[in-house]
Every structure is written in structure tokens, then in C-alpha cells.
């Protein structure tokens, strides 16, 4: 079979589950004694499992069979949960993340993960996993699973379980010997044929050998299947017979009582010892068989029905072909309006609201739930509380709130840094907490939500705030204010301040931070984004660092300006608004011409100087000024006409023009020019 064509597919749900896998294992450390979390780690693990093995990634499989017989055993309350277990759970899953990151940057998926391993096999035995590690003098490789003979099965308590309540609704309890005869060649083949047909039947509870065994054909020519159903021993045995190669099937029923009574004198000899218990061929809850089949099935055929997985690339070239259709729309508008032909610019009007209501299609399709980037932080931050001894409530509100694709994949980094600033500096010690008299756990709050054209991501934490004096000290000190600056700043500004590059507040350096790398990285990411991050800090009361994004960057709303020949546009999202200044409103001020706009002092920029636009020597009286904003401040742009509002394609200027001065791109517009976009950003300072 040709697995290429499945890799895809393979790496995108390999994904799914290891993030299932990090979510419920956080959920089962809060509620150890819950074992549906359990059943819902293993059923995610065993799928992993079967598709790494189906693809040919034996290291991969190896190690999910490992972390598998761990669940396998606390789930049969083998072994209690604890975070000592669940640490080495989070290795073996951060392991198995690296390998499915190599497969899908082409490589092997293999990694020496003998360590890990080994610990696993550890807790599996009933022993403390660090204690025992350090007494064992080499780390053990990954070993074969033990061969089961196609004898009786033995039941846990779960199948115990489930066997007694599908009795009461009703069901019959069998298992089924099959054997296949000695020159069947593939084995495995004609066991996945045999759990097909038994699953039209009913529920299929167990089987031994277990059902990876099974798969990699770890057995002679006979295996047992236990299901639960309404159907009779002789319609069972001539539906499994009608599989070819099968060449006997015996099928008898199985009492609970005498089950229950086999499983007490299973426990009596093996008091000492942790028993291996096959896995199950299937993790079912404890429901009756047929309302499971309702639940399970009805479901999944709406979802199949309703989504479909597309690879991201597609987007992109359909994203790429809408940008040039936008231009060509732009185009046909002008030529429309030229030619002043009533018809034609029905058609152009008509079909101008076609394609803007395919836009939105088209961008909405690229749209994707932040939860994606904020799935990693309740693992992150349990592991930086622990480190820093630190009690931590993580809590995430909006998760579902959209983002473009574009945007998602740069604003990751950014909340990391943030994140771990705020569990660092921000939540104090428990000890200290206390003496505040605060609650001992901190709470971090990551929210994001919607307004307007933009989008807000906001870590919000109840800790120490911060210092306005530390920071004016530390700023003073780095030589990046004067003393006297620093007197007349708000407290606002004086937080910004941590945003400048190489600054920390520190006391020392920690793996965590107090490097001063980190802040000055965010602030230049949101706005390379087109967006803006504030600062809102109470001492002894915790801080809010709200991050403020555009929903999309490829297709843009402007303003188009003049200045001589040359057109220009300013993005919407930055503009105030647009004025007309006459020239003896113009005042100096420390050798910049500034302007009083509704009473804050706004400095003009000319951008026929700044982008060294040849100009007519001419005195104008009336200046045309568009008003932007970078977070607080503000600026006046002097062009010389408008021209007017227009949505436009952003084009990047290619790596050889990457580092024009305030100029974030181009567009071409509907006569053909091109004109270049405006970074409102780099312009204010």
C-alpha cells in the first residue's frame, strides 16, 4: 500500500490525539480518581497506536504501547494516580510530539526515548519511577510484548462490569475461539475480517491475544473475542465462519458469577505480583451496547457530512487567485467609470457585491480558532509553576474567538513570552501570597474576544504588579530616559518602558526570564502584525497586557493619498481621521512642526521628505493631514491631496526591497499603478 498519500492525514490526527492526550491528562490531575479521563487518555493512545503501526512507525507505536499499559493499569486501579506518575505520562507524550514533528519535517519519527521507557515499565511494576530509575544501572530498550496463549480469557473488574449490565438490558455475554487454518497467510487480515463481522453483531469487550498483538500477528492460528449481543451462539458461529480461511469457531456463554469467581482466584495467587492484562480490543463505557451504537454512530455521520480537511496550501492559492481577482475588480471599476455605460456598470456593480460576499467566504475559511495556539499553555504552565513553586490557576475564556491563519501562526511566540513574564514576575510565592493575604494559588486569566475589525488577546494575573519606581530606576540606569523625562511620564508610559530591548527588572536570572529578552521580541511581532500591545499594572493587585490584532492581513481597507504624481496608502485600522490644516496653524516645537489637534500636540510628518518625493518648489496655504495612532500616540501625516477610501491587496515588496523604511508593502490598484502601503508603526516613535 502507498502510505504517502495517508502521511498527511497520519500527522494531522497524530496531532489531534497527543493534544487530547495533554488536556486529559491535566484533567486527570485535578481528578485522579476519575477513570472516564483515563478511558479517554487510552482510547486516544490506542488509536495512535494502530495508525503509527499501520504506517510503518515502529518507535512511535513502541512507546504509546508503553504509556498504554501504564493507563492499561491505572485504570484497573493497579496503580493510583499521581503527579510523580503523570510527570513521566507528559515525557512520554512530549517524546512521542517530537516524533511526529520529525515526520512531518520529512523525517524517520525514531528517537532514543530508552529512558522513558524505562520509567514507564517501572510504574507498570508498582514502583516509584524516579527512585527505582536511579538504582537501575542502564536504561532497558523497548521490548517486545509478551506472547498470550489463545487460552480463557481473564476479566477486570471494568469488563466485569460491563458483561453484568449488558445482562441486565438484556444481552448475552459470549466468547468466541476462533481458528485459522495452518496456511492462512495473512493472519491479520482475516482477524480484522472476523472483528468486522463481530461488530455487526454486537459490543466486542475483549480479546486475547490483545488486539495490537493481533494486528502484528503475535499468535499461532487461534485468538479469543469476547462481545456482548442479542443474537444467538449458532447465528454468531455462521456469520464468523463465512470468513475464509476460518476453519473453526466455537461459541460458548460466559456467567458473571463464574467469572467473578475466577477473577477472585486470579487476585488470591497473584497478591504480590502486577498482573499483565491484555488490552482491550476496544475501550467501551459502561452503557448498554445499543445506546452506545446510537451515541457513537449517529454523531459521527452528521460530522462527516458537515467538515471537511483541506490542506492549508489550497487556501492559500485560492486566497492568492481572490487578491488577483480583487485588482481586476479594482480595474473594471475604473474602466467602468470612464466609459460612463450604464449596463456595464450594472454588471460591474453587480458583480463588485459577488465578489465581496466571496471574500468573506474566502476569508472566513482561512479563519481559525485561537484556541489552536492557546491549547499549549495549560500544559506550559503547570510545568513553570512547578519549577518555580509556584501554585498556579490557568483559566481560558474565548478560545473559540477566530483569527486568520496568518496571524495565528506568528502570535504564538509572543503569549509564550508573555505568559511566562506573568508567572514569573507577576504571581508571588505562596508564602508571600499569604502574607499579603491573598489565596495561596494565583490566578492567570487569558482571554480573547472581538471587537470590530480587531481581535484582543488580554493575560490578565492577580499578582505583584508592577513597580513604577523600579522600572523608572532600571530605565535611568540603562540610560534609556532622563530623570527628568521620567518625572513627567504617566504610569502607563513608565510601563511601556519594560518593552525597550535588553530591559528586566530581574533580580536575577532564572531559566524562566530576567534575561531582558522577551518584551522588546513581543512588542515588534504584535506590531510587524499591524496590532499594538498596552500595559495596565496596579501595585500589589496583578497586571493586564491586552494585545490588540487585525482579524486579517492580506486584504486591507486604505486610504488612498497623493503626494505629487505618486499615490500612497495609509491603512484604515490606523487612521483617526483625516483634516485640513492651514499653515499658520502650524506651530515649532523642539525643532518638529507640531499642530494642536482637539488639544494633544501632534507632530507633522511630511512624507514627500520622508520618502524623498521630488517636488515643485511651492508654497501651499492649506496642508491635507491624515491623523494615525500607534496605541497612545499620534501623528499627523501632510500629503498633498486624498484621494479616497478603497479595499486593497497587500502584496509583499520580495526579500531585495525587505527593508525600505515604512513602507509594510504594495498594491496595484484599478488603473494599473502600483501603489506602496504606508507602516504607520515605523513612522511613529
Known sequence: MEMSQYLEVFIEESKEHLQACNEQLLELEKNPEDLKIVNDI?????????????????????????????????????????????????????DLEAMVESIAGGGDGKRDVSSVVEKLKLIEQGKSPAGALAAAETAVAIAEPPQFSAAKSSYDEFELTVIEQSNEQGFHAYEI?????????????????VFEVLETTGEVIKSSPSADQLEEEQFDHEFTVTIVTKESIDDIQ????????????????ISVEE????????????????????????????????????????????????????????????????????????????????????????????????????????????????????????RMVRQLARDLNKKIN?????????????????????????????????VETPEERKAKGKNEEGNVVLKAFHSGNHVFIEIDDDGAGISRDKVLAKALKNGIITEQAGAAMTDKQVFELIFASGFS????????????????VVKNTIESLGGSVTIDSKLGQGSTFSIQLPLTLSIISVMLVEIQKEKFAVPLSSIIETAIVKESDILNAHNQKVIDFRGKVVPLLFLKDIFEVPVSEQGDEFYSVVIVRKGDKMAGLVVDSFIGQQEVVLKSLGSYLSNVFAISGATILGDGQVALIVDCNALIK
Open 238 to 253: 455462521k456469520k464468523v465462519m463465512k470468513v475464509s480461511e476460518v476453519e473453526k469457531a466455537d461459541v460458548h456463554a
Open 42 to 94: 487510552f482510547r486516544s493512545a490506542h488509536t495512535l497506536k494502530g495508525m503509527s503501526a499501520t504506517m510503518g512507525y515502529e518507535d512511535l507505536a513502541s512507546l504509546t504501547h508503553q504509556m498504554e499499559n501504564v493507563l492499561d493499569a491505572i485504570r484497573n486501579q493497579k496503580i493510583k494516580v499521581n503527579s510523580e506518575i503523570l510527570d513521566v505520562v507528559f515525557l512520554s507524550v512530549d
Open 259 to 378: 467469572l467473578k469467581k475466577q477473577a477472585a482466584d486470579v487476585e488470591d495467587s497473584t497478591q504480590t505480583t502486577v498482573e499483565d492484562t491484555p488490552v482491550l480490543a476496544e475501550v467501551v463505557d459502561i452503557t448498554p451496547p445499543e445506546a452506545q451504537k446510537d451515541d457513537k454512530k449517529a454523531p459521527a455521520k452528521q460530522s462527516s457530512n458537515k467538515t471537511i480537511r483541506v490542506n492549508i496550501e489550497r487556501l492559500d492559492i485560492l486566497m492568492n487567485l481572490f487578491e488577483e481577482l480583487v485588482i481586476d475588480r479594482g480595474r473594471l471599476e475604473q474602466i467602468s467609470r470612464d466609459l460612463n455605460n450604464q449596463e456595464l456598470q450594472e454588471t460591474v456593480e453587480h458583480m463588485s457585491r459577488i465578489s465581496g460576499d466571496l471574500q468573506n467566504i474566502i476569508l472566513n475559511m482561512r479563519m481559525v480558532p485561537v484556541e489552536t495556539v492557546f491549547n499549549r499553555f495549560p
Open 177 to 193: 475461539t476462533v481458528q485459522l487454518r495452518e496456511d492462512c497467510l495473512l493472519k491479520a487480515a482475516r482477524v480484522f475480517m
Open 394 to 426: 490557568l483559566q481560558i475564556i474565548g478560545a473559540e474567538t477566530e483569527l486568520d491563519r496568518t496571524v495565528i501562526d506568528e502570535i504564538g511566540d509572543p503569549l509564550v513570552h508573555l505568559i511566562r513574564n506573568a508567572l514569573d514576575h507577576g
Open 505 to 520: 527588572t530581574a533580580d536575577k536570572i532564572s531559566d524562566v526570564s530576567g534575561r531582558g529578552v522577551g518584551l522588546d
